[in-house]
């Protein structure tokens, strides 16, 4: 029962409880007429500390296209945030007017705070350098959708693999597929952190600096940006920002049915001619993401359509 809970991390649900959203996920992109307003009277907060476009939007949309209202802020200091109040008082005075709450932050664990002092379900759009759970139940989605299976596959993650929490929460939720092997590509500075590794088996992933090594094994390539916001100097930014470009040129080695994932924004690291390319799917995937958030606002809320 998904009802009342909160979504801090990927690993808060079951493989069960992922596949009834998914499912759910399918079902509304078949026929999403049907569910234009089972949200109606309901109303979610949209509480954004960073910023964002797809994860704001994608929430803020499938609200709204589930017939329900929104309310938030997309600049803290257009809250009492500036004033001083804490997570847990802000959250608890959102709960007073809001039905479902939905916080990008950029320190780790404050969603976790706000979740363990809310009357209301909390979703984490994104703490720090942490965790991702909803870019992951997107990237899930999409590789269900695309590959027709969420098993048997070799994913190569490349780019920042340090400071980005998609990449740390879709290792968590994909290692507990089948037959799923991992290949880190990333510079020696911004390899993945050691607790993710450490929860995978020593014949489940390889690391190297180089995307020509590897591009022709791979069945799912998940392109990351160099987060300019997490580093501490800028002089290490600019050595780093263009460690990886993928080209046309480099894409000929890769396999036919390889799809291409980005959880975007991109800044250089997929050239735009990449974007014809029939294996570049990381535009639907951010389609996909309003879908997925669609399911997990109705499951967190526990409305159905035929209810
Ligand atoms: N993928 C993602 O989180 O994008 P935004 O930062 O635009 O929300």
Known sequence: MLKGRHL????????????????????IIKDQQAYLDVCKGKLLASLFYEPSTRTRFSFEAAMLRLG?????FSEANSSSVSKGESIGDTIKTVGCYADIAVMRHPKEGAPLLASKKSYIPVINAGDGGHQHPTQTLTDLL??????KDLSNHTIGLCGDL???RTVHSLVKAMKRYLNINFVFISPEELQIPDYIKDELEENQYYETASLDEVIDKL?????????KERFFNEEDYLRLKDSYILTNDKLSAAKEDLIIMHPLPRVNEISVEVDEDPRAVY???AKFG???RM????KLLGVDKNA
């Open 68 to 72: 329900g209202q929104v309310i938030g």
């Open 8 to 27: 801090i991390e990927p690993r808060d649900f079951s493989l069960e409880e992922l596949d009834q959203i998914f499912s759910l996920s399918e079902e």
């Open 290 to 292: 309003m879908f997925v």
């Open 219 to 227: 069945d799912i390539l998940y392109m990351t940006r160099v987060q």
């Open 295 to 298: 399911a997990l606002i109705m």
């Open 283 to 285: 535009f639907q995937q």
């Open 162 to 164: 340090k400071f980005g």
């Open 142 to 147: 999409t590789i269900k959708i695309l590959k």
